[in-house]
């Protein structure tokens, strides 16, 4: 193969998306990774799948009104931008939301995916009108989850490879960039012995010789920093309070933010370090893949939800609402932990597990499954599973030794029986009638007015201590490392700046590597489902800009 003008550094979705536009034109591209090939598509293929669109046919089928206005606004009170480094992260929002409107719909729908048919409303928001959070449904779910997000383009990579197109140089770790009179030159980097541990798994370190590769282009799609818990702390900003002692990583070891600093150190200006995107709702895994290894729930809004003290979290931080405002409040209270208690019935109708390996019915596409998660008697196999094997499950018959059972798992006393039993018998207390002055009961009802949450996400409401829906359930929940918000400073064609507000000729940047677009487009909360949008959006930016200048 001759020489690409073209390296992409990350085999990720971004990685992928850059050099499916690049080489779709005719154009060579090189693909570097420190992992093997086993791990092509990287963190996309662990993913849920959720992608996020404005005003799409699966939304109107189920009578949901939304806008590109609406959405507009969405954004804007989520990401609260209030920096004068937000200049380019405004401008790739706005771009992302009206591509969420315009055309993403139709790109992925050509590359092949396919939507589960119910769509799903996270980040339900912080309770007003104009502020953070979802209006409406917008979460819409890949027929195939995380592995069908990467599916088409993986197999369009291994064509090209075969054409002659594409090289890929795996366990190539990049550990220097050179950049001369602001024009990008080459990378180089250790050359790492081969590792044939399965996909997400940590792989060895052993270097075995160098590399150097000179580039006319070279992208950075190297994701960001969540699985270096080192980093998270000295980036952890102190809005949130302190760093939590205790987290668990959502991310595979790779996920390491050393592409950062070296970026870093080369010039490259990265911005908006302190934003960053972690869940309350983790789980230590049962089962673990890659080290440290945690499962977000995704939770529907019945859970009572406890801090680490016994205290009912304050209105509206319930169960898939605001996720760093309930952070934020847990840091407070001084523990890294929160608690859900729940029945039988709340967990096999609300609670799903993010990741495609929890999902085996959406990620199999299997039908059966499918009809069992909506209609069966119990939760999901492996949501099922996390409660007889998971470490941070209980069940009982009888409250008292729930909470018993609470203070032996996290190792105090802090839980008082009493207090836990007359929040729960209050809040019981406000079925009693059709209506209540109970906030989350009020939204409980609310929410089953919308048909996919009526269907798949919100159980009826029942009283936590009636016995036909037991047994109970607490479950422990650990703060999880995700996503990066923050990241490269890139133009609208994914064209990275230097620390002195220059474009770096030659330069770019992708997916969470770039913040998902501009160092920053989500400012300081996320939607979700803009994730891998992002990624999508940021790699067809740059590869239709570098496949139209080479």
Known sequence: MKAASTIIIGSGLSGLVTAYEITKAGKKVIIV?????????????????????????????????????????????????????????????????????????????????????????????????????????????????????????????????????????????????????????????????????????????????????????????????????????????????????????????????????????????????????????????????????????????????????????????????????????????????????????????????????????LTNKDYGLLIKRLFGKEATGPVEDFKKHGVDFITSNSLVELVDKMNKLSGNNLLDFNQIKQIIEERDSQLDNSFCKDFQINYIQNTRRYLGDKIARTAKPHKILDEKHFPLIAVRLNILTRKTLGGIETNLNSQAFNQDGKIIAGLYAVGEAAGFGGGGMHGYNALEGTFLGGCIFTGKQAGQFISKNT
Not at 73 to 80: C, F, I, M, R, T
Not at 184 to 201: C, F, T
Not at 316 to 343: C, E, M, N, R, V
Request: hydrophobic residues 40%; neutral net charge; charged residues 20%.
């Open 33 to 361: 990774d420190q992992e093997g090939r086993q791990n092509l598509g990287g963190q996309a293929y662990w993913s849920f799948g959720g992608l996020f669109f404005v005003d799409s046919v699966h939304q109107r089928r189920l009578r949901v009104k939304d806008s590109l206005a609406l959405a507009k606004k969405d954004w804007a009170g989520s990401a609260n931008f209030d920096r004068s480094e937000d200049h380019w992260p405004k401008q790739w929002a706005d771009a992302y939301v009206n591509f969420a409107y315009q055309d993403k719909y139709d790109y992925v729908r050509k590359l092949g995916l396919k939507f589960f048919p119910i769509v799903g409303w996270a980040e339900r928001g912080a309770g007003n009108a104009f502020g953070h959070g979802n209006s409406v449904p917008r979460f819409h779910i890949t027929w195939g989850t995380g592995p069908g997000v990467i599916k088409p383009l993986v197999e369009h990579a291994l064509e090209m490879e075969i054409q002659g197109l594409l090289e890929f140089k795996f366990r190539h770790q990049v550990s220097n960039i050179l950049i001369e009179n602001n024009q990008v030159k080459s990378i180089s980097g250790n050359i790492l012995a081969e590792d044939h541990k399965e996909r997400g798994m940590a792989s060895n370190r052993e270097v075995i010789d160098q590399f150097l590769l000179e580039a006319e282009h070279l992208v950075i799609a190297t994701g960001g920093i969540g699985a270096n818990l080192e980093m998270v702390k000295n980036q952890w900003p102190a809005r949130l309070g302190n760093p939590p002692n205790n987290m668990v990583c959502g991310v595979p070891a790779y996920v390491d933010g050393k592409m950062m600093q070296i970026a870093e150190n080369a010039g490259v200006h990265i911005i908006n370090k302190d934003r960053m995107w972690h869940y309350t709702e983790g789980l230590r895994n049962w089962n673990p893949i890659w080290p440290n290894h945690g499962i977000r729930i995704l939770p529907g809004p019945s859970s009572i939800w406890l801090d680490a003290l016994g205290n009912r979290l304050p209105a509206p931080l319930y169960p898939g609402f605001d996720t760093l405002a309930t952070l934020k409040h847990i840091q407070k209270t001084g523990h890294s932990y929160s608690w859900f208690i729940l029945t039988q019935s709340i967990i096999k109708k609300e609670f799903a597990l993010s990741g495609s390996e929890q999902n085996p019915d």
